[in-house]
């Protein structure tokens, strides 16, 4: 009997997992396709002009990209820090 009731345990759960597997893919293909009706981003491919002057040799000198990603890195640990301490001071953890 217990047998009986843990294969019928068994295959009811197998049934509950199905229903879910079916509708996270539902609402998978329901996102996507709502997502594919958005044009294509124009920032993905950014075309430059063809009189625009290769300036390789700047970026070697003063690699801007790196100074970019750093600064953002920078500014998102700072505004980290200073949110913490608000939430700090709103839950009275830290003093003034």
Do not use: C
């Not at 893919?25 to 996102?31: D, E, F, K, P, S």
């Amino acid at each position: 009997m217990a047998d009986l009731f843990k294969g019928f345990l068994d295959t009811v759960g197998d049934f509950i997992i199905t229903i879910f597997n079916y509708l996270i893919a539902g609402i998978g293909t329901v996102l996507g396709w709502i997502v594919s009706i958005f044009p294509d981003s124009p920032f993905s491919n950014p075309s430059t002009p063809p009189e625009l002057i290769n300036l390789g040799w700047v970026t070697w000198l003063l690699p801007f990209p790196t100074m970019i990603q750093h600064t953002i890195l920078l500014a998102a640990a700072v505004l980290t820090y200073y949110g913490i301490r608000v939430l700090a001071r709103w839950i009275k953890l830290v003093r003034s």
